[in-house]
């Protein structure tokens, strides 16, 4: 063994580097290589994984974004009343059937995409919808008979208003025919149908009143390019600012609610988030449609499609609580108390004061009541009807979401109008929507696990290679040295001693001489 070791040192010295302080110095090179490669590589990779993040046109994740490499679908569950007379004549539990799903298939598309000098972008988004008969379980075709939503907006708007006003408008519905109740096909009630009253109004109400369209439909308008203008950060300059809304529409803020917090706009779009999300983060969405930032807490790990790990991210379940159990929500509720019941929230002011109330499906977190006032919609169930968003955290992607909305309509029973007198205050179901993707392309997913599965593995193999190959040749050479230093220090004892025993052998010799010398001459 101590052979070995000599030979190893031999050859070090002799046919390797020949210089013993340079194999140390090396071996420190390695050492504080091993140190910065284990406090320093893991922001190394969030820098580069910033850069190819953050929205630069040209970019890979440009491309993506401007024309996600998806298909979002959206189903459709229409809540089809199937005892309207019996309703309305006799009071009974309004039978609801639901229908459904009726599959829409989209495409995205950012354009009129144009840069701005403060680091920001602005576009308008463009949506594509192509019913796909063979993922529904009904044709757009279908008969339902729904709540005739611009009507019974229209009578609760005037609930107090002068009681001739009312009369007026009774007289005017008798005159046009209109009833509680409509059977329109599925395809009339999302994209649109013409509607008496709203082609009244384009004809009496003041130019700057009319609403925006002249036909009625849930969708109406959206499979198209949105007029909304959206201004986002594009993360180059800040990071933690990739992908939220600096302005819609010129705008930082909403006007609708009391505060400035509940006004705020910076949230993103769903599709993206500020990379480096921890579980205690707290992700905003923006919907125009929701009127407001839909917050979302982590909920738990999750694993997609081709190992990609992610955490998932949910709506609290005080989101649309009543102001009785989360008084924050106190913001929303502009118009003072009674506000929205516990599990709804009202968006009334954004969508032209109809009594629009947003849910969850199947009334999922709400009060139950309001579900056991209608027959025929089951219990909610988390996995049917909750809303999430599964998100990569080190990159702030969506990797799988659903958005899960339900559609109600607040009906006011107004007695002055004959058509509408028997309607009881209700919270009626309309429809309810599911909208997302399944999975990321393969491509994009490949990428994700290059980008978090790589780093880990290689820094922990560099960080064993620098320290092992380090330690080992500075142990190496400072066991060469000291033995090396020892030898030499044998070496030099061995000569000393033998120039003493010389020194005495000559002085032996020299007294010999001496002596015979002395001998002679006596």
């Known amino acids: 063994m101590y052979g070995r070791s000599n030979r190893l040192c031999a050859k070090l010295s002799s046919a390797f580097l020949r210089k013993w302080w340079f194999v140390i110095a090396f071996a420190l090179s390695l050492l504080v290589l091993g140190a910065l ?8 990779i969030r820098t580069i994984i ?7 046109v040209g970019g890979q994740s440009f491309g993506w974004w401007s024309r996600p490499p998806v298909e979002p679908i959206i189903r459709i569950f229409v809540y089809n009343v199937t005892n309207a007379d019996e ?9 609801l059937d639901e229908l459904g799903p009726y599959v829409y298939v989209q495409t995205w598309e950012k354009v009129n995409i144009k840069e701005n000098p403060n680091g920001t972008i602005s576009y308008n988004q463009k949506r594509v919808y192509i019913f796909n008969e063979d993922l529904s379980g009904g044709l757009e075709d279908d008969v339902v008979i729904v709540p005739n939503i611009p009507m019974l907006s229209a009578t609760s708007q005037s609930k107090h208003a002068a009681r001739f006003l009312r009369l007026a408008m009774a007289s005017i519905m008798d005159i046009l025919k209109i009833k509680p109740f409509v059977e329109v096909s599925v395809g009339q009630l999302l994209w649109g149908y013409e509607d008496p009253l709203l ?3 384009k004809d009496v109400v003041p130019k700057e009143q009319k609403l925006p369209y002249e036909e009625f439909g849930l969708m109406y ?7 909304d203008t959206v201004t986002v950060w594009t993360g180059v300059d800040d990071i933690t600012q990739y992908g939220i809304i600096d302005k819609y529409n010129g705008r930082s803020h909403q006007t609708h609610w009391l505060s400035e917090q509940c006004n705020r706009l910076n949230g993103t779009d769903g599709s993206i988030f500020p990379p480096r999300i921890t579980k205690n983060s707290t992700l905003h969405v923006y919907e125009k449609d929701l009127c407001r930032l839909l917050p979302l807490s982590f909920e738990k790990e999750v694993t997609v499609r081709g190992g990609v790990k992610g955490y998932r991210f949910t709506p609290s379940p005080d989101v649309f609580a009543s102001v009785d159990k989360n008084p924050n929500n106190m913001c929303y509720c502009p118009a003072g108390p009674p506000c929205a019941p516990h599990g709804l929230f009202n968006v009334s002011l954004c969508q032209y004061d109809s009594p629009i109330l947003l849910s969850f499906p199947h009334f999922y977190m709400a009060d139950q009541t309001l579900r056991t006032a209608v ?8 996995d049917k009807h909750q809303l999430f968003i599964d998100v990569q955290p080190d990159m702030g992607t969506a990797l799988r979401a659903r958005a899960r909305i339900q559609i109600n309509l607040a009906v006011s029973q107004v007695v002055d109008i004959k058509q509408v007198a028997n309607f009881p205050d209700i919270v009626f179901p309309i429809l309810w929507f599911e909208e997302g993707i399944d999975s990321l392309p393969d491509e994009i997913l490949d990428l994700m696990k290059v980008a978090t599965n790589i780093p880990p593995r290689a820094k922990f193999i560099l960080t064993i290679a620098l320290f092992g190959l380090g330690g080992f040749l500075f142990v190496v050479a400072v066991i060469c040295l000291v033995r090396k230093s020892h030898r030499q220090s044998t070496l030099h004892l061995e000569g000393s001693n033998y120039l003493a025993t010389a020194s005495v052998d000559q002085a032996k010799k020299k007294a010999k001489m001496d002596n015979g010398m002395s001998s002679k001459s006596n």
Request: proline content about 7%; overall charge positive.
């Open 199 to 201: 082609k009244l109004a």
């Open 375 to 382: 027959e025929g919609i089951s219990p909610p169930e988390k």
């Open 87 to 95: 309703f309305l004549n006799n009071g009974t539990k309004p039978i």
């Open 221 to 227: 308008g959206k499979n198209s390019t949105s007029k």
């Open 37 to 44: 490669v284990t406090f320093g590589f893991t922001a190394f």
């Open 50 to 56: 910033d850069h190819q993040v953050a929205l630069r």
